[in-house]
Each structure stands twice: as C-alpha cells, then as structure tokens.
C-alpha cells in the first residue's frame, strides 16, 4: 500500500506498519483502500514526469547552448507523454 495517500487521505494516521495505520494514541486506524488506490493511480503520472525529466544540470544546459525555447520543449514533451489524468 502507498503510505503517502494513506497520510493524505487520513490526516489522524500518524504511524504504519505494513498494511495496517494507526493514529496517536495507537489505535488502529481504518482506512479506505479502494480511496488509497485511487489517489495513488490519479497521482501516477507525478512519478512518471520526475523519472522522465533531464537532470537539473542537463536542463540548464539545454538552456545554456539551446535557449528558453529548446528547455520549454523538452519539459512540454514530458508533460504530453505523461499527462495529467
């Protein structure tokens, strides 16, 4: 399970251990996982965009000897490949 929707979409977990999340006081806490794969698969393509773009020091190269345009290409490229759902 994706412990970052699992916080976000329960802001009383405070704690998770494998599958189960507890708050505070060490309750367990129930939580949606239907809601927590949703969230996960609307936010897939944020991962997918970091993995794609060039490093930092490519893309200040690109904009070095390329200038503004060739960087804002390269980075819309990106975008149109993993779009956002």
């Known amino acids: 399970m994706n412990h970052e929707a699992i916080y976000k979409l329960n802001p ?5 251990h494998g599958d189960v999340a507890y708050d505070a006081n060490g309750k367990e806490v ?3 996982k239907a809601a927590v794969q949703a969230y996960v698969d609307a936010n897939a ?17 690109l904009l070095y000897h ?12 990106v975008k149109a490949k993993y779009p956002k759902t």
Not at 66 to 77: C, D, L, Q, V
């Open 12 to 16: 009383s977990v405070v704690t998770i």
């Open 30 to 32: 129930t939580y949606d």
């Open 45 to 61: 393509y944020k991962a997918k965009r970091a993995d794609a773009y060039p490093s930092f020091a490519d893309q200040f190269d």
């Open 66 to 77: 390329g200038g503004y345009e060739a960087w804002k290409s390269a980075i819309a490229a």
